[in-house]
């Protein structure tokens, strides 16, 4: 999408040298738009463990170009094993997000008939440029099927803006290209269809008031940042049409995992009968998992990210200051479950379906990927 008038994705091979792969900086956005390299599986891996790169999609993106970085730097001896190595110490970057995994084992799998480490290396980077381009097109699928319900509502309000609730970032950033939550915004608004987002903040890293309200301003979105305690008060008011949400896993049976704060929106959404969706890639979902509380492993970051706020300081520079009494513990769980009866339909790149066991097999009924690559 645009970033100052040009088109971006958020992980490309580097144009002259395609042993070094490129990220933006997502930690330093809106404030600053740098470009990193990333040339080994360990600045893969730190990439995405401190969220240079984050968002369920781009991890897994991310994660499947560290293989092939780690290729290039194996043995020819023991790549093998040095390749399933990697791939263990990639998947544990973070815990949450199912597409790291995902995409990581389907590139093992791939890898696996290499007869040698050069085979491997052309077979890794050409398979990580495949799943790239797949999580596009799913977005963009994705995208096309969640317009159709913006446009529904924009008809039953004769035109009127369709007010759409989002939370965190699951935006192009958080994936390649469109997004998840955004791609039927984006699709929406090029239709010229009026529409305006409620973007929550999302604390404690801010990615809604940091990165989503960047992008839409990028694409000329009318949006607006409001506390992450604010949905519930608009949705009584009717001041929201609709949510959309993004996951970083869902299970077989539709329950949920996204940024902390989601389930919450859920409850107001589903007390204020405010359809509530979640859009999701098929890598996001896990079909080992049925239920999503008891099973889905939940990241508990550093503390500081509570205790210290980032972001530009009066003096023009980025900076961090200090928001609570420091002698406080503070708990910092990054995602929550929602459970599926709150969720109204899962927004795919095979369509719209409800969040149930079957309604996800009618869909998927051969769950397993590598599919479509
Ligand atoms: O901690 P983050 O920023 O990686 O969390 C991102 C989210 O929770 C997104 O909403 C989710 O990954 C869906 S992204 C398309």
């Not at 070094?20 to 330093?28: E, K, T």
């Not at 194996?74 to 815990?95: F, G, H, I, M, T």
């Not at 050409?126 to 790239?132: D, H």
């Amino acid at each position: 999408m645009n970033v100052n008038g040009r088109n971006y994705c958020t992980i490309w091979v580097h144009p002259e040298n395609q042993r070094v792969i490129q990220v933006i900086d997502q930690r330093l956005l809106p404030f600053e738009f740098k470009i990193v390299d990333l040339q080994t599986a360990g600045d893969a891996f730190e990439a995405i463990r401190n969220m240079t790169v984050r968002g369920a999609p781009l991890i897994g993106v991310t994660g499947a170009f560290g293989i092939y970085l780690s290729l290039i730097r194996s043995s020819d001896r023991n790549w093998r094993e040095e390749l399933q190595q990697s791939a263990v110490y990639l998947k544990s970057a973070r815990p949450t997000a199912v597409n790291l995994a995902i995409l990581i084992d389907e590139m093992t799998a791939r890898l696996s008939g290499c007869n040698s480490r050069k085979q491997a290396i052309d077979l890794a980077l050409e398979t990580a440029g495949r799943q790239k381009l797949r999580e596009i097109a799913w977005s963009e699928a994705i995208g096309n099927f969640g317009c159709a319900l913006i446009e529904e509502i924009s008809k039953r309000k004769n035109g009127q803006p369709v007010n759409i609730l989002t939370h965190c970032n699951a935006g192009w950033l958080a994936c390649i290209d469109w997004g998840t939550a955004t791609a039927p915004i984006y699709k929406a608004f090029q239709k010229n269809i009026p529409l305006h987002v409620w973007v929550d903040e999302t604390r404690p890293r801010n990615q809604g008031a940091r990165l989503t309200a960047w992008e839409l301003s990028q694409e000329g979105v009318p949006h607006t940042v409001i506390p992450d305690n604010a949905g519930g008060h608009l949705m009584q008011h009717g001041m929201v049409d609709l949510c959309i949400v993004g996951s970083d896993r869902t299970t077989s049976r539709g329950d949920v995992a996204n940024k902390i704060g989601t389930y919450l929106k859920a409850l107001a959404a589903f007390d204020n009968k405010v359809p509530f969706y979640v859009a999701l890639p098929s890598s996001s979902i896990d079909f080992s998992m049925k239920d999503g509380i008891k099973e889905i492993p939940i990241e508990q970051r550093d503390g500081e990210e509570v205790t210290w706020m980032e972001g530009m300081l009066e003096n023009g520079l980025p900076g961090k200051v200090n928001v609570l009494n420091l002698t406080s513990p503070v708990a910092n769980y990054a995602f929550d479950v929602t459970p599926s009866r709150y969720v109204t339909g899962l927004i795919t790149e095979r369509g719209i379906c409800p969040a149930t066991e079957e309604g996800i097999r009618l869909l998927f009924p051969k769950p397993h990927v590598p599919r479509d690559l």
